[in-house]
């Protein structure tokens, strides 16, 4: 178990390390430097701008120097907002992010599996039918949809939930389940065809042979198999959560880290997408390795020692 | 003395309800299984032995069902038992173990937490104490160094000692029967035959009757005392296992021997397969289910259902070649007198 | 025992030829018109595979029908409500949504046509080449695909959209560059299996060439799952589209995509939800389309459930 554990951390770096260079090419590498405007600016404004950001730096040491800083925590500061750093705007908005992000993740977990579990117990009956009708709604419709219908009934016409900001609990309802709908319904089908699927299989047999009840055989056989393939989900469902925050916070308009994102994007503001980029990496780099830890607990097939 | 009855199964009918129609599985079958007593039920796949073992669990699983019979286990009549009163038979009278050891554990728990559930289940015993009891079947099943081995996952195990396992788990609360469902058929013919002896003598040892369900006439003769023959979701033919092999009276049991591949055949002579597939039971034949298969037929066996006839005492076979105006047939199955155990 | 009488004749054998033989009422069937069959009996896929149809037949016809194209502005006539002249009504501009909502249909086509290229071509190539050769390749292969596939799929399209800038061009580039990835995984997994099989080592033995054994043995036969997970793609990447355009990423204007179109009602929901509602419910439908669709293929695909 510990070695896994180093040996994943260890790839991980590698990982971010990766990540971090595509993303610096990638953002040095766009024609055009950042100040480029539609009017020009002087030379020397442009000048002291770029030594201002070590612009005037070799690229190499431009990158050591960002590769530096992120170590030790630093995503330096943004470029087209004064005296604001990276680093700020993450603490602003990623804990308003998390909040929602997180309320998302357990709607759609403490919500999904059962929904996935009773309609495999109840395949084919109105309950199943009714649920998977929903799920296969829920699965087509795309987060900025879901996110506007919110607004657009529940807010302008009925009047129910407030349509911006985040001031009370009821703000929150609707961008958590915008930003969850799609995954709620992708997991209640998930986890009902994988359910599905493990009671066919042999040992399920078995334990009822045993004279275990029925409760026992669903609950305890079936149940953590079934689980098994929900748990790999969690990491891409994260990943899921984090990106569909970009339009709904853009819909609610919530300052989290989502707006800061699509704002630096329609502002060019490159070092707050690099660090933000960054960041999100960092950020579910570390939930898959826990997600893997878990998948591990769960499936003692999976060698931990490898 | 006469030995007592554990189980009686009277004309049982068993159907799935599949969505092309009534696929009749078993068409009526009746057998019997004395107290210590040892019986085999022989048939290719798809003759229904399979569905009548699940009968007798009550474990049939959607769109399955019983549709008629009676099945009399320890005297209690179980066909219409409630589900929660068939939950204290299963596992703790009745045990059962599967063909493909492989799958029949739950991988995600360890071998002695699934014994331990039977045991907990059944006898209330504590934690503990059904650990020890765990440890203790291990043993008896030859499971080498079990008080490490209890807490092993089941992909840890070996083929064979998964197999060994399941036997410890359905051994594990001394049921008074075990319905052994293919259990040698996914193993190496060496484990084979190591699994069918350690049946045979758990057997001696905690007086279990023991249901027998195997495709491989070889695997019954040395464990079984009497043979049932099925197919077609009939039984074909019941006898004494001598009975069975040295005189078969139906000539499907005549196909079976001639196809068991043996040692002692010279090298010129051949396996004989029984050519032809088993019956569609969608649509079930109103006579003989065989006749298409078989070497004799007859224009009786096309038009009506054979009754048994007894060739002797508790040897029955559903075939018209038993009728007296019936003409006499001389088969040489190839199997010699004294060759089985 | 009480019997009727037999008459004598009823003993009389039968000849082999005589009887009755089984017959085999179901003809055989290639896997392809299994699958076929299986699927023309699922009516929600039949209903999905002819919307899929009409959809993109309308993008690519239905423009030409119309007294309109997707850049004619009539200021006059903004923000009308759906009528007889604008059958989806107009935009703020005075453009017609009914042609902006079918040349949305077109890009997604187009995004369709390139995420299946991308993944018939890079993703089977990838995967298949991986799970072939095994080893110390596969091991690098897969590692490049687990460093790609730790980030989010929109996070790299967003970053090169602002890279290369946003258009359509840029989209098919975005795509073509990392929509292939989890093709190239199930791929290399059904590689892997299939490569065990007898027939594999069989074709070996007789000398098949590596492209031989890959294109004629191995990937035919990995086709089911291919085209299961290509019935997955195709709308993620009309989602990723969509997506992109709604936070502006997109096509730019006067070009019209479903989400940038979505995008663009957002500011007058509350006077005009009906300029939200057409693209979106463009969407979805196409999305409900797809999904019966792949959820019947993979039904009528599933080897285990073939009788």
Redesign the interface.
């Known amino acids: 178990m510990g070695r896994f554990i180093v040996n994943r951390v260890f790839?991980m770096g590698?990982?971010l390390l990766?990540?971090i260079t595509i993303?610096f090419a990638?953002?040095h590498?766009?024609p055009g430097g950042p100040f480029t405007r539609e009017k020009a600016l002087p030379p020397a404004v442009m000048k002291a701008l770029e030594a201002k950001f070590n612009l005037d730096q070799p690229l190499w040491r431009q990158y050591v120097d960002y590769l530096g800083g992120v170590i030790k925590g630093d995503l330096g500061p943004s470029f087209q907002r004064t005296g604001v750093t990276v680093n700020k705007l993450i603490e602003e908005g990623f804990p308003i992010s998390a909040k929602i992000g997180g309320l998302s993740v357990l709607l759609v977990l403490i919500l999904g599996v059962p929904i996935g579990i009773i309609s495999a117990l109840k395949q084919n009956k109105w309950q199943d039918q009714l649920a998977m009708f929903l799920a296969?709604?829920g699965?087509?419709?795309?987060s900025?949809?879901l996110g506007?219908?919110i607004?657009?009934i529940f807010s302008?016409k009925l009047g129910w939930l407030p349509s911006y900001g985040l001031k009370s609990w009821k703000h929150y309802i609707g961008p958590v389940i915008a930003l969850g709908g799609f995954s709620l319904s992708f997991v209640a089908r998930l986890t009902r065809s994988s359910m599905l699927e493990v009671l066919q299989?042999?040992?399920i047999?078995?334990?009822?042979?045993?004279?275990?009840?029925?409760f026992?055989v669903v609950g305890?056989?079936a149940l953590?198999?079934a689980l098994?393939p929900v748990v790999t989900y969690v990491g891409?469902l994260v990943?899921?959560i984090?990106?569909g925050s970009?339009?709904v916070e853009?819909?609610f308009a919530i300052p989290g880290m989502g707006k800061h994102?699509?704002e630096s994007?329609?502002n060019?503001d490159y070092t707050v997408?690099m660090g933000i980029?960054i960041f999100?990496?960092i950020f579910?780099?570390v939930m898959?390795l826990l997600v893997d830890i878990t998948y591990g607990l769960?499936?003692?097939?999976i060698k931990m020692d490898e | 003395m006469r030995s007592e009855r554990l189980l009686e199964v009277k004309n049982l009918r068993t159907s799935f309800f599949t969505h092309v129609g009534e696929v009749r599985a078993i068409r009526g079958v009746s057998f019997y299984l004395d107290k210590g007593e040892a019986i085999g039920i022989v048939g290719e796949s798809g003759s229904g032995k399979s569905v009548t073992s699940m009968s007798v669990m009550k474990l049939l699983q959607y769109p399955g069902r019983i549709v008629g019979g009676e099945i009399t286990f320890n005297g209690k009549d179980i066909t219409n038992m409630p589900e929660k009163e068939m939950q204290s038979i299963r596992g703790n009278e009745i045990a059962m173990i599967f063909q493909d050891p492989m799958t029949s554990l739950n991988p995600v728990y360890t071998i002695g937490n699934q014994i331990m559930e039977a045991i907990r289940r059944h006898q209330g015993l504590s934690k503990r104490k059904a650990r020890e009891k765990a440890i203790e079947i291990l043993k008896l099943v030859g499971i080498p160094s079990p008080e490490k081995r209890v807490d092993n996952y089941p992909h840890e195990f070996s083929g064979g000692m998964r197999q060994r396992a399941m036997i410890a788990m359905a051994l594990s609360c001394e049921p008074n029967l075990l319905i052994a469902d293919e259990p040698t058929t996914a193993l190496d013919v060496t484990i084979q035959a190591q699994i069918l002896e350690l049946m045979k003598n758990l057997k001696e040892k905690i007086n279990t009757s023991i249901i027998l369900i195997t495709h491989d006439l070889g695997v019954v003769a040395d464990v079984c005392s009497r043979i049932l023959v099925m197919y077609g979701g009939l039984i074909m033919e019941e006898g004494k296992t001598e009975e069975i092999f040295y005189n078969p009276k139906h000539p499907y049991t005549m196909g079976l021997l001639k196809s068991i591949p043996r040692l002692d055949l010279g090298e010129n002579k051949r396996l004989v397969p029984i050519e032809g597939s088993p019956p569609d039971l969608l649509k079930p034949p109103k006579a003989c289910p065989f006749a298409t298969r078989c070497p004799y037929t007859m224009k009786v066996c096309e038009e009506m259902m054979p009754p048994y006839f007894e060739a002797e005492k508790n040897h029955r076979s559903q075939c018209w070649l038993l009728h007296e105006d019936a003409p006499k047939i001389q088969v040489d199955t190839g199997v010699k007198r004294g060759s089985i155990s | 025992m009480k019997m009727r009488r037999i008459s004598h004749e009823m003993w009389q054998p039968i000849s082999s030829e005589e009887r009755e033989k089984e017959k085999i009422d179901r003809p055989s069937m290639t896997y392809w018109q299994d699958a076929w069959r299986r699927l023309k009996r699922n009516k929600l896929a039949m209903l999905g595979l002819m919307m899929i149809i009409l959809i993109f037949a309308l993008a690519i016809v239905g423009p030409w029908f119309s007294a309109y194209s997707y850049s004619d502005q009539n200021l006059l006539r903004g923000n009308e409500g759906p009528s007889e002249d604008h059958l989806f009504g107009t935009d703020a501009h005075g453009r017609d949504l009914y042609v902006r909502v079918l040349y949305g249909a077109r890009i997604s086509l187009v995004v369709a046509v390139v995420a299946t290229i991308v993944n018939f071509f890079i993703g089977i190539l990838y995967g298949g080449i991986s799970g072939y050769m095994g080893g110390r390749v596969d091991n690098i292969m897969m590692r490049i695909v687990d460093i790609i596939s730790t980030i989010p799929l929109v996070l790299y399209a967003i970053i090169l959209m602002v890279v290369i800038g946003s258009g359509l061009k840029s989209i098919i580039i975005t795509l073509g560059t990392i929509y292939w990835v989890k093709m190239a995984r199930i791929v290399r997994g059904q590689i892997l299996s299939l490569k065990e099989q007898e027939y594999v080592l069989a074709a070996k033995t007789l000398g098949a060439s590596i492209g031989r054994i890959l294109f004629r043995h191995l990937i035919p036969n990995a086709m089911g799952s291919i085209i299961v997970t290509m019935t997955m793609m195709i709308p993620s990447a009309i989602f990723t589209e969509s997506f992109l355009s709604f936070i502006g990423l997109g096509v730019s204007a006067p070009m019209s995509s479903w989400g940038s179109l979505a995008s663009d009602a957002l500011g007058g929901l509350r006077s005009y939800p009906y300029q939200l509602f057409f693209p979106s419910a463009a969407i979805c439908i196409t999305m409900l389309a797809f999904n019966f669709l792949g959820d019947g293929l993979r039904d009528a695909l599933d080897p285990r459930l073939r009788k």
Do not use: C, W
């Open positions: 790839s590698i990982t990766l990540v993303t990638l953002m590498a766009i296969t709604l699965v087509t419709i795309p900025f949809v506007t219908l607004i657009y302008a299989q042999d040992y047999r078995t334990a009822r042979a045993k004279g275990l009840s029925e026992v305890k056989h953590k198999n098994i891409p990943a899921a984090l990106t970009f339009v853009k819909i994102f699509v994007v329609g060019r997408l980029t999100y990496a579910l780099v898959v769960i499936d003692p097939r």
